[in-house]
């Protein structure tokens, strides 16, 4: 008699695998709720001829599965944004230190302008062709003297002089 009570008891706790149509009327219902009520429950167990604990195990697990299916598209999501932010960022900071290095250079370019304007006397024209830009008493920026200095060797300049016969003023 013990074997034929374990075999009911077998028989009572077996299910039976849900039919591809059955299946397709479930997922229909999840769509329109991820809650199971219970009159919707014991409607689909008539409607498909299973027990309602099969309906309600069902859902149970569809909504498990949806919730992780939900967080991986949350993470895969999430990670893309981090990518690009990181990415942004990075270009960013890239963008900083161009700033800074342009800023450095600007600062060290009005320090050395400051330091190297020249006051020229009036002396021999030398690269703008004898229109008297050095005739007329203006600071010279120094690379622009030397540009003056370095092709003006055959026009005339005082390239070439001692620096006694030089009036330069260093500022």
Do not use: H
């Not at 991820?34 to 309600?56: D, N, S, T, W």
């Not at 949350?74 to 990181?86: F, I, K, N």
């Amino acid at each position: 008699m013990s074997t034929s009570g374990s075999s009911l008891q077998k028989a009572k706790f077996q299910k039976k695998r849900l039919t591809q149509d059955q299946v397709r009327v479930l997922e229909a219902s999840f769509k329109a709720g991820k809650k199971l009520e219970p009159e919707l429950k014991f409607q689909l167990a008539r409607q498909l001829g299973v027990p309602p604990r099969q309906i309600a195990i069902w859902y149970q697990n569809k909504r498990a599965r949806w919730k992780n299916q939900s967080m991986e598209l949350d993470y895969s999501s999430l990670q893309l944004r981090l990518e690009a932010t990181l990415a942004d960022n990075k270009e960013l900071e890239r963008q900083v230190e161009n700033l800074r290095v342009e800023l450095q250079r600007a600062q060290d370019a009005a320090v050395f302008s400051n330091r190297a304007s020249v006051q020229v006397p009036p002396v021999q024209p030398c690269c703008d062709g004898g229109a008297g830009r050095w005739g007329n008493g203006e600071a010279l920026e120094l690379e622009e003297l030397y540009a003056c200095l370095m092709l003006g060797t055959n026009k005339g300049s005082n390239y070439g002089q001692s620096s006694e016969d030089r009036d330069f003023v260093w500022l």
